[in-house]
């Protein structure tokens, strides 16, 4: 099976931009599509992007999702940071063999 | 709007076995959704479970996979998680969610399980 992997933490100021990247250990990035969610304590989970790059009702477009294939990685960016996007984000995906991997999680603090 | 609610014992002795309930209200097991389990080991990531669809068939995380095991009940619109053998890498909040078109669209608010020794 593979592994996306996440960098464990970012952070940045509020009203600045900040991308998050996915990248598949094995199999192509963009072979199945990829989702992010956002979890916050105490709270369940809720996406952000599904399939790559559609945003649900509801989730401003400050959120975008970008797939390159060349870095097999998978990125979620959010652009005019708020306090309220401090969470973890999750990615996740697919195969035929598997129905579903997370990625390892990323916290992001808005410092 | 489908909400997900989950239930059961939030401690479980370790070599004892966890289940899980989740009622399901606003939907009903389609055709078109599969019905999963997920957990969070307390300071770590997401972990897939498994899943469960409408016909009763059902696939499991390889590493769980000769522990649990998961059923639905359609008249009570509910599907259920039991996992055993637990031990303390078992703790975990777990969440019950449905996955549409491979998205988890809904989740349930999720419930601690400890595993006590």
């Known amino acids: 099976n593979f592994v996306l992997t996440q960098p464990p933490s970012v952070s940045e100021s509020p009203g600045k931009t900040v991308t998050i990247s996915c990248t598949r250990s094995s199999g192509s990035i963009d072979a199945n599509f990829v989702q992010w969610y956002k979890l916050r304590p105490g709270s369940a989970p809720t996406t952000v992007i599904y399939e790559d790059s559609q945003r649900p009702s509801g989730v401003p477009d400050r959120f975008s999702g970008s797939v390159d294939r060349y870095s097999n990685t998978a990125s979620l960016t959010i652009s005019g940071l708020m306090p309220e996007d401090e969470a973890d984000y999750y990615c996740q995906s697919y195969d035929s063999d598997i129905p579903c991997v997370f990625g390892t999680g990323t916290k992001l603090t808005v410092l | 709007q489908v909400q997900l609610q989950e239930s059961g014992p939030g401690l479980v002795k370790a070599s004892g076995t966890l289940s899980l309930i989740c009622v399901i209200s606003?939907?009903?097991?389609?055709?078109?959704?599969?019905w999963n389990w997920v957990r969070q080991p307390p300071g770590r990531g997401l972990e897939w479970i498994g899943e469960?669809?409408?016909?009763?068939?059902?696939n499991y995380n390889p590493s769980l996979e000769s522990r649990v095991s998961m059923s639905r009940d359609t008249s009570k619109n509910q599907f259920s998680l039991r996992l055993t053998s637990v031990t303390a890498a078992d703790t975990a909040i777990y969440f019950c969610?449905?996955?549409?078109?491979?998205?988890?669209?809904?989740w349930g608010q999720g419930t601690l399980v400890t595993v006590s020794s």
């Open positions: 969610a449905r996955l549409v078109s491979r998205n988890f669209d809904s």
């Open positions: 606003g939907d009903s097991f389609s055709h078109s959704s599969w």
């Open positions: 469960i669809n409408y016909e009763g068939r059902a």
